[in-house]
């Protein structure tokens, strides 16, 4: 993902809470602080396939309000690579 | 050789005690106390090194932080390493930093693997460190303060901090210190590094990221046999990373010297033990839970997609891909180590600064 963003492709990290350390710790590493990251509840792995949906249920707003936030229907724009 | 001075220093007022709090309160430290990396112990270490002391030698992950010498010497200094270590602690850091070794997942891993380092060749002897009884400690200050060096080096330059660049749920203990010497002496077969393509009078470590060893008693089989029965029994295990790599996976036997004999005296050659777990450790698919089976093996690999419950389960792609040292001292106990799964195994010998091998850690002195 921090590959992507700096090659100016707009792109989200999606980690569960337990995780976002590691993933803010990394995105600075490989020079993308502001990498978006999209946060769901911990665990992913070992869930039901129900629970796995309700993940995603989680995700898919979020998802939807980055795109708005990336065409300008939030008012806000990417800030870019860096 | 460099003439390069240590431009950065940190002042501390007060005492031991309050210097290794600053170290503690920095996050500079394994948890134990440490030795302080004072400019004149720093310096002593750097006299066993035959290159650019601010020349990164790797890059180590999470943080790919640049192993320099100079910051691999402190943390060298903090382990309690004498400076004859220094030349291991940079050919280990060397080896793990080896893209093919994977660092960074074993680093920031829920699982609780460690760069186990496995060292061959005359260094071993001329260092003291122990490939006999009791190899895994304690009470050898090379084995405990080399290995420790290598893991302040991955806490404090590479960023594997517990909670931050380091996942693993539970840790081990194998995160303080992981290093031993292969029994050579007691070795029936060809060591490791020769097996893995080195001249005998090189010397060399072989890391492997490696759960802790798990014991394996056998007192009674008098046969090669009976000993391997005992072993595939042991190894074969639904809950290890290796099941889960199956066309990378590399796990490692550890045999006692009074086992590998043996095996040896009963005709088995290294290769001969390997081919016997390689077939014995097979499990079968319908082993495992239904959904493991559906969800990580044929939602993941092609082959298991629309295999039969009797399809084989095998540790490691070929017999050639499970590893065997022999280490330890007298006595009836061989190990098993369980690996990450998704790692290489790498071995890279000591040599000088030109290229050509090192007979001795004088060779780095200056």
């Known amino acids: 993902m921090c590959t992507m963003r700096k090659r100016g492709l707009s792109s989200a990290v999606i980690c569960t809470e337990s995780f976002l350390k590691l993933a803010s710790n990394q995105a600075k590493v490989f020079g993308v602080p502001d990498l978006h990251k999209i946060v769901i509840p911990h665990p992913l792995g070992g869930l039901t396939r129900d629970r796995v949906m309700e993940r995603a249920a989680i995700v898919v707003p979020k998802l939807a309000a980055f795109i708005d936030e990336l065409t300008g229907k939030a008012g806000v724009q990417d800030k870019g690579g860096a | ?366």
């Open chain 2, 1 to 366: 050789m460099s003439t390069a001075e240590l431009r950065e220093t940190l002042h501390v007022e007060g005492d031991y005690d309050a210097a290794c709090d600053v170290i503690e309160q920095k996050g500079w430290s394994d948890g134990l106390p440490v030795v302080l990396p004072t400019t004149e112990r720093v310096r002593a270490m750097l006299q066993y090194c035959d290159r650019p002391w601010e020349v990164p030698i790797g890059k180590i992950a999470p943080r790919y932080g640049h192993a320099t010498p100079i910051r691999l010497a402190a943390n060298a200094v903090m382990a309690g390493c004498r400076p004859e270590y220094f030349p291991l602690v940079m050919l280990a850091i060397e080896a793990i930093c080896d893209e093919a070794f994977n660092l960074y997942s074993l680093q920031a891993t829920t699982h609780n693997c460690s760069p186990l380092v496995i060292v061959n060749g005359p260094i071993a002897k001329e260092l003291n460190i122990n490939g006999g009884t009791g190899a895994f400690g304690p009470g050898r200050r090379s084995n405990a303060t080399i290995g420790r060096a290598i893991r302040l080096a991955m806490l404090n330059i590479g960023g594997g901090t517990p909670g931050f660049g380091d996942m693993a749920t539970m840790g081990s203990p194998a995160k303080y210190t992981y290093l031993v010497a292969e029994n050579e002496a007691a070795n029936p077969w060809e060591p490791l590094h020769v097996e893995r393509g080195l001249p005998a009078q090189a010397s060399a470590v072989t890391v492997i990221g490696a759960e802790s060893p798990q014991n394996v008693n056998d007192h009674e089989s008098t046969n090669a046999e009976g000993l391997l029965h005992t072993l595939a029994g042991s190894m074969r295990s639904l809950g290890i990373n290796d099941n889960y790599h199956p066309l990378r996976a590399q796990p490692l036997v550890i045999l006692s010297p009074e086992h590998a004999r043996v095996m040896a005296d009963g005709g088995y050659s290294k290769l001969d033990v390997k081919r016997y777990l390689h077939r014995h450790t097979q499990m079968r698919l319908g082993d495992f839970s239904p959904e493991n089976i559906e969800r990580r093996f044929r939602g993941k690999y092609e082959k298991y997609r629309n295999a039969s419950l009797d399809e084989p389960i095998l540790l490691g792609r070929d017999p050639e891909a499970i590893l065997v040292a022999v280490i330890g001292g007298p006595g009836k106990h061989s190990a098993f180590v369980p690996t990450f799964g998704a790692t290489t195994a790498v071995t890279r010998a000591l040599k000088r600064h030109d290229g050509t091998f090192a007979g001795s850690v004088e060779e780095f002195r200056h």
